[in-house]
């Protein structure tokens, strides 16, 4: 249980960096505003974390594709010689965890959603693991 909370925070932490190092390179050095176009309801408590079986399921196997990528990916990410190039390949990681995620049909916030209600909410907890 405490490897898939590690591997959920790692995803959760590529999934979010990689959007937010794009956008921020495609800005201009002038560009201000809020720079996040993305809100996580779970974690501004206001989701509802009522989730199927079948989400939950959905969740667990995208999750164990993650895992895989994340594997393959963190050592080269760890040893990339420039910041650009670890950025470089934080981004093939992330898009590589999007095409598991939506390979199991499901959205990128909702993925996002489950994970954090998984670290945040005992009770969706205790059903992920149960279906595990």
Not at 64 to 93: F, H, T
Not at 98 to 104: P, Q
Request: charged share 25%; hydrophobic share 40%.
């Amino acid at each position: 249980m405490n490897k898939l909370l590690v591997s959920i925070t790692a995803s959760i932490a590529l999934l979010a960096a990689a959007p937010a190092m794009a956008q921020q390179n495609q800005q201009s050095p002038a560009t201000t505003g809020d720079s996040s176009g993305y809100s996580n309801p779970a974690a501004a408590g206001t989701q509802n974390t009522n989730y199927s079986d079948a989400e939950l399921k959905q969740f667990i196997s995208a999750q164990e594709g993650i895992a895989e990528v994340r594997e393959e990916y963190i050592e080269k990410i760890e040893g990339a010689d420039s910041q650009e190039k670890a950025q470089e390949l934080q981004m093939k990681a992330n898009d590589e965890m999007v095409s598991v995620i939506e390979d199991e049909k499901m959205d990128i916030p909702t993925y996002n959603a489950i994970a954090t209600a998984y670290s945040s909410e005992p009770k969706v907890r205790n059903r992920i693991d149960a279906l595990m």
